[in-house]
């Protein structure tokens, strides 16, 4: 045998869990399909994730089985199966059959017995079983050569279990495991058990007395008179329970592993059912030569306007009150400069429209056609990625209204740890059409670059697959959204913010390309002189970059103490230095050449290149989807991670600069915004007083937490107030909290327990949202944006208690990063109503710049105030802290 694994499937099990996992669907003919779709579904993620060289799915046969005989109430109350279910079983045999898989069922014995007798034969033969179920009594049949899949949510999520996992997660044997069912019971199978035993009980029993055997041995030793008393009372019961829920394993089945073997699936009449069943994305499975002889059942509504005056008749029919769904297509992936080769549209269902840009002139011609749609504020606008299609109309002077939806930013909202928001995923997690891979036309796996090659009618047909896309999502992704309470959060925040964003990218930040390139020289002078500072301390040369040499020169050459040892070698990171701290001259010279090479690199010779030659500007991307807690992050450069700690650090803003001298730069930021938030969320008294009374809120935590009068708190006192302030808002550890101060684990914990028992309020907020949470799965901020926590039912203490950490501060960082997003939209629409010259070009966590005209500076300061500080109302006062001048660096 070649591919010596084998998959296993309990048919019978896995259609049900489909059926039950997604909403009914049904063909034209009128034929339910969802549990089939599922199925398959299933299959070919098990086909793609393990590559078995043989495969069988097992079904329980109608009538009775041996456990019938034996007792006859077996099964019994069970409801009868759906009709919209059965039906389905027939279909699915038929889809197997056509992928040529093997399937088995036999009179009197049940799919487990047959996947049970067919696992423990390939085991013996010392193969690798896959059994994939949804019934967690296969887990009897693991062992060293056996694994259990269990699915969990929908059909794509499966829980394996090997011995290890059946150990770890019910600390038993898998023989222990059919014990547990004799214990137990099982009320789906009407199976009895011993009443009053449950999961608990049985593993502590199986635990201390290793079988059903061994309990009634030992029967005398049972703790609990009642627990004592039932086993007695219900022994026979016990045993009968165990035989009943015992998987077969010897059912008398010829087995022949030929048979098994995975063959090639019959293409041509699978394509033909999959059409009939409406599975449009398994026929992306199917050999393209098998499907270009059938292209004409396969080929998608759209039409190419390639003159002005059809692009002038659609553009004509369509009303105000339509859904404009529509998306440039790009030369590359940069959309402020990168070559634009078409635009596809629909504004109806059946049909869409594809004009392809032959040059820059043909675009000029075309273009403004459409213009009175995308200003109209009555036709809604829809797309995917919607920003860089704002890019794209700004470039061309094209304002736009009514930007409604946007199926990135909907995904982003439903589930904010998402990964991926491409349409091939949205396509998949919410339409059940799965294309392909990376080189189908269908989804946006394709370098982008690559579109260029491609010919007009398979562009259009691309670009309409898209928009049909996005249009089936956007009522199943708005259901959603309104049904977890965010339709305010979505239209009224989210998606206006996205042209907000799209101007500052568009706006961009001035550089002194001058200036930036005196500071590399300042900082190689600095690396020249620290490498031979470092020389002179070592004794000799060596590639300072290198761990390796590293390591040898500081625990070998000079004998200091080593922190730690990696695979590789000695581990010389950020944090082993910070431990070497003061042990030697030369680990403060080496931390501080560290510094300078990484801003050096990322900061001068890595911005270098990203300054537009035109406009002497960066035009960073504003980003609403990456960051879990819904803060905007910015790449291209990365704005957002310009060190301010450190005086060399600070000198990076000095190169941003105001766009001529008719412009200073004027920032303003918010003060402790999230230390607000919580005082707002914990409707804590003492940090509400605080904040109206304008007191000092680390020295007050200060007083508080070292329990001395506030006149008598040191600037050691309130630094450390501070750390455990800010601390606090992101559910900072007795370990974090020690290793940031550089004190023992007892000390921060002594701050950290002062803190609480003087801010109970708080506490009693960070005890309510974990448990909140543990129960709901999600945190929401004030505005309702949910986070998931699936963390927090970890049995991992680590990963659980980052959930719980997370739990904490979700709901406040993300209720700050809400309130700036407002702060932003209103500044966004005041300028604009004014008519005013000043452009907001940057948001940096809680700060905002303005790049704002000389003659406007009064004006626009007060209208940044006044807008920022009433961006919401808190039980505490939002204020603000303001600068300006003609440099980042001279605002800060």
């Given at each position: 045998m070649d591919n010596k694994r084998v998959v296993l499937?309990?048919?019978?099990?896995?259609?049900?869990?489909?059926?039950?996992?997604?909403?009914?669907?049904?063909?034209?003919?009128?034929?339910?399909?969802?549990?089939?779709?599922?199925?398959?579904?299933?299959?070919?993620?098990?086909?793609?994730?393990?590559?078995?060289?043989?495969?069988?799915?097992?079904?329980?046969?109608?009538?009775?089985?041996?456990?019938?005989?034996?007792?006859?109430?077996?099964?019994?109350?069970?409801?009868?199966?759906?009709?919209?279910?059965?039906?389905?079983?027939?279909?699915?045999?038929?889809?197997?059959?056509?992928?040529?898989?093997?399937?088995?069922?036999?009179?009197?014995?049940?799919?487990?017995?047959?996947?049970?007798?067919?696992?423990?034969?390939?085991?013996?033969?010392?193969?690798?079983?896959?059994?994939?179920?949804?019934?967690?009594?296969?887990?009897?049949?693991?062992?060293?050569?056996?694994?259990?899949?269990?699915?969990?949510?929908?059909?794509?999520?499966?829980?394996?279990?090997?011995?290890?996992?059946?150990?770890?997660?019910?600390?038993?044997?898998?023989?222990?495991?059919?014990?547990?069912?004799?214990?137990?019971?099982?009320?789906?199978?009407?199976?009895?058990?011993?009443?009053?035993?449950?999961?608990?009980?049985?593993?502590?029993?199986?635990?201390?007395?290793?079988?059903?055997?061994?309990?009634?041995?030992?029967?005398e030793n049972v703790s609990g008179k009642k627990l004592k008393e039932r086993l007695i009372e219900n022994k026979s019961q016990a045993f009968m329970s165990r035989r009943l829920g015992e998987i077969v394993i010897n059912v008398p089945l010829e087995i022949n592993l030929e048979e098994l073997k995975k063959e090639k699936p019959n293409e041509a009449d699978l394509l033909k059912l999959y059409s009939e069943l409406e599975f449009k994305s398994f026929i992306g499975k199917i050999d393209e030569k098998v499907i270009e002889e059938a292209k004409e059942s396969l080929q998608m509504d759209i039409n190419i306007l390639a003159y002005k005056e059809n692009l002038q008749k659609e553009v004509n029919n369509i009303n105000e009150g339509n859904d404009f769904i529509f998306k440039f297509v790009i030369g590359g992936t940069d959309s402020l400069t990168d070559d634009i080769l078409g635009l596809a549209f629909k504004y109806r269902e059946k049909d869409s429209f594809y004009i392809s840009f032959k040059n820059e002139e043909d675009l000029r011609d075309k273009l403004p056609l459409l213009k009175d749609i995308f200003i109209n504020p009555n036709i809604s606008k829809s797309s995917h990625d919607i920003k860089e299609d704002i890019l794209i109309l700004f470039r061309y002077g094209i304002d736009i209204y009514n930007i409604s939806f946007d199926t990135v930013i909907a995904q982003y909202l439903i589930e904010a740890s998402q990964k991926d928001y491409s349409l091939k995923n949205l396509a998949s997690e919410y339409l059940n059409i799965h294309i392909k891979n990376s080189d189908d036309l269908l989804g946006t796996g394709r370098k982008k670059k690559s579109l260029i090659d491609i010919s007009e009618n398979d562009l259009s047909e691309f670009m309409a697959s898209k928009l049909n896309i996005i249009y089936k999502a956007k009522k199943i992704l708005m259901d959603k959204i309104i049904e977890y309470d965010m339709k305010e959060l979505y239209e009224n925040i989210e998606m206006p913010l996205v042209k907000v964003l799209a101007d500052m990218q568009f706006q961009g930040f001035k550089v002194d390309i001058n200036q930036l390139k005196e500071l590399g020289n300042e900082f190689d002078d600095k690396i020249n002189n620290l490498t031979e500072t470092i020389y002179d301390y070592s004794g000799e040369e060596f590639n300072i970059n290198s761990p390796k040499q590293m390591g040898y020169i500081l625990f070998e050459k000079l004998e200091l103490p080593v922190i730690k040892k990696t695979k590789t070698g000695y581990s010389t990171n950020a944090e082993v230095l910070d431990k070497l701290h003061g042990k030697h001259p030369i680990i403060e010279k080496i931390l501080e050449y560290r510094q300078i090479v990484k801003l050096k690199s990322t900061y001068v010779d890595g911005l270098i290149p990203l300054i537009n030659k035109k406009t002497n500007k960066v035009h960073s991307s504003f980003n609403q989807t990456i960051t879990t807690t819904g803060r905007i992050s910015s790449t291209n450069p990365n704005l957002q991670n310009i060190p301010i700690k450190t005086e060399e650090g600070r000198k990076i803003r000095k190169v941003f600069v105001a766009d001529n001298e008719e412009h200073k730069l004027v920032d303003a930021d918010y003060s402790q915004i999230e230390l607000r938030v919580l005082a707002h969320i914990s409707n804590e008294s003492k940090l509400i007083d605080a904040f109206e009374n304008k007191e000092d809120i680390h020295t007050k935590t200060a007083s508080e937490v070292f329990e001395v009068e506030k006149d008598d708190v040191t600037s050691i006192m309130r630094s450390r107030a501070k750390a455990v302030n800010f601390g606090i808002v992101y559910g900072i550890s007795d370990y974090g909290l020690s290793r940031d101060l550089n004190i023992s684990r007892k000390e921060a914990k002594k701050y950290i327990d002062n803190y609480l028992k003087n801010y109970n309020k708080v506490k009693e907020y960070m005890d309510d949202i974990v448990k909140e949470a543990k129960g709901n799965g999600y945190v929401k901020t004030l505005l309702n944006r949910r986070r998931f926590i699936p963390e927090l039912q970890s049995r991992n203490f680590n990963v659980r208690s980052f959930g719980e950490r997370t739990a904490m501060n979700t709901p406040i960082q993300g209720s700050a990063a809400d309130i700036i997003k407002i702060a932003m939209l209103n500044v966004y629409r005041e300028l604009k109503n004014r008519n005013l010259k000043s452009k907001l070009i940057l948001q940096v966590h809680d700060e905002l710049i303005i790049e704002t005209y000389k003659d406007e500076l009064e004006e626009v300061k007060s209208l940044l105030k006044d807008l920022m500080e009433n961006a919401v109302e808190l039980k505490v006062p939002l204020t603000v802290d303001m600068q300006e001048g003609d440099s980042w660096y001279e605002t800060k």
């Amino acid at each position: 045998m070649d591919n010596k694994r084998v998959v296993l499937i309990d048919g019978n099990s896995l259609l049900h869990r489909a059926y039950h996992a997604l909403p009914p669907l049904k063909n034209k003919d009128g034929l339910y399909t969802n549990g089939v779709y599922g199925f398959m579904t299933m299959i070919y993620k098990i086909l793609d994730d393990y590559e078995p060289g043989y495969i069988s799915v097992a079904f329980d046969r109608k009538g009775p089985t041996f456990r019938h005989k034996e007792y006859t109430d077996y099964k019994a109350g069970r409801k009868k199966t759906p009709d919209d279910l059965g039906m389905q079983f027939p279909i699915l045999k038929d889809v197997l059959d056509k992928m040529n898989i093997h399937r088995v069922e036999i009179d009197g014995y049940e799919a487990d017995d047959i996947v049970g007798t067919l696992a423990k034969h390939c085991s013996n033969e010392n193969m690798d079983v896959i059994v994939v179920t949804g019934d967690k009594d296969y887990l009897q049949l693991v062992d060293e050569n056996i694994k259990v899949l269990i699915t969990k949510k929908g059909m794509t999520n499966l829980e394996t279990y090997d011995e290890k996992a059946m150990l770890d997660r019910y600390e038993l044997t898998a023989a222990q495991f059919i014990d547990l069912k004799g214990l137990m019971g099982d009320k789906s199978d009407n199976i009895p058990g011993v009443p009053g035993v449950g999961e608990k009980t049985g593993i502590k029993l199986l635990k201390e007395y290793d079988s059903i055997e061994g309990i009634y041995n030992n029967i005398e030793n049972v703790s609990g008179k009642k627990l004592k008393e039932r086993l007695i009372e219900n022994k026979s019961q016990a045993f009968m329970s165990r035989r009943l829920g015992e998987i077969v394993i010897n059912v008398p089945l010829e087995i022949n592993l030929e048979e098994l073997k995975k063959e090639k699936p019959n293409e041509a009449d699978l394509l033909k059912l999959y059409s009939e069943l409406e599975f449009k994305s398994f026929i992306g499975k199917i050999d393209e030569k098998v499907i270009e002889e059938a292209k004409e059942s396969l080929q998608m509504d759209i039409n190419i306007l390639a003159y002005k005056e059809n692009l002038q008749k659609e553009v004509n029919n369509i009303n105000e009150g339509n859904d404009f769904i529509f998306k440039f297509v790009i030369g590359g992936t940069d959309s402020l400069t990168d070559d634009i080769l078409g635009l596809a549209f629909k504004y109806r269902e059946k049909d869409s429209f594809y004009i392809s840009f032959k040059n820059e002139e043909d675009l000029r011609d075309k273009l403004p056609l459409l213009k009175d749609i995308f200003i109209n504020p009555n036709i809604s606008k829809s797309s995917h990625d919607i920003k860089e299609d704002i890019l794209i109309l700004f470039r061309y002077g094209i304002d736009i209204y009514n930007i409604s939806f946007d199926t990135v930013i909907a995904q982003y909202l439903i589930e904010a740890s998402q990964k991926d928001y491409s349409l091939k995923n949205l396509a998949s997690e919410y339409l059940n059409i799965h294309i392909k891979n990376s080189d189908d036309l269908l989804g946006t796996g394709r370098k982008k670059k690559s579109l260029i090659d491609i010919s007009e009618n398979d562009l259009s047909e691309f670009m309409a697959s898209k928009l049909n896309i996005i249009y089936k999502a956007k009522k199943i992704l708005m259901d959603k959204i309104i049904e977890y309470d965010m339709k305010e959060l979505y239209e009224n925040i989210e998606m206006p913010l996205v042209k907000v964003l799209a101007d500052m990218q568009f706006q961009g930040f001035k550089v002194d390309i001058n200036q930036l390139k005196e500071l590399g020289n300042e900082f190689d002078d600095k690396i020249n002189n620290l490498t031979e500072t470092i020389y002179d301390y070592s004794g000799e040369e060596f590639n300072i970059n290198s761990p390796k040499q590293m390591g040898y020169i500081l625990f070998e050459k000079l004998e200091l103490p080593v922190i730690k040892k990696t695979k590789t070698g000695y581990s010389t990171n950020a944090e082993v230095l910070d431990k070497l701290h003061g042990k030697h001259p030369i680990i403060e010279k080496i931390l501080e050449y560290r510094q300078i090479v990484k801003l050096k690199s990322t900061y001068v010779d890595g911005l270098i290149p990203l300054i537009n030659k035109k406009t002497n500007k960066v035009h960073s991307s504003f980003n609403q989807t990456i960051t879990t807690t819904g803060r905007i992050s910015s790449t291209n450069p990365n704005l957002q991670n310009i060190p301010i700690k450190t005086e060399e650090g600070r000198k990076i803003r000095k190169v941003f600069v105001a766009d001529n001298e008719e412009h200073k730069l004027v920032d303003a930021d918010y003060s402790q915004i999230e230390l607000r938030v919580l005082a707002h969320i914990s409707n804590e008294s003492k940090l509400i007083d605080a904040f109206e009374n304008k007191e000092d809120i680390h020295t007050k935590t200060a007083s508080e937490v070292f329990e001395v009068e506030k006149d008598d708190v040191t600037s050691i006192m309130r630094s450390r107030a501070k750390a455990v302030n800010f601390g606090i808002v992101y559910g900072i550890s007795d370990y974090g909290l020690s290793r940031d101060l550089n004190i023992s684990r007892k000390e921060a914990k002594k701050y950290i327990d002062n803190y609480l028992k003087n801010y109970n309020k708080v506490k009693e907020y960070m005890d309510d949202i974990v448990k909140e949470a543990k129960g709901n799965g999600y945190v929401k901020t004030l505005l309702n944006r949910r986070r998931f926590i699936p963390e927090l039912q970890s049995r991992n203490f680590n990963v659980r208690s980052f959930g719980e950490r997370t739990a904490m501060n979700t709901p406040i960082q993300g209720s700050a990063a809400d309130i700036i997003k407002i702060a932003m939209l209103n500044v966004y629409r005041e300028l604009k109503n004014r008519n005013l010259k000043s452009k907001l070009i940057l948001q940096v966590h809680d700060e905002l710049i303005i790049e704002t005209y000389k003659d406007e500076l009064e004006e626009v300061k007060s209208l940044l105030k006044d807008l920022m500080e009433n961006a919401v109302e808190l039980k505490v006062p939002l204020t603000v802290d303001m600068q300006e001048g003609d440099s980042w660096y001279e605002t800060k």
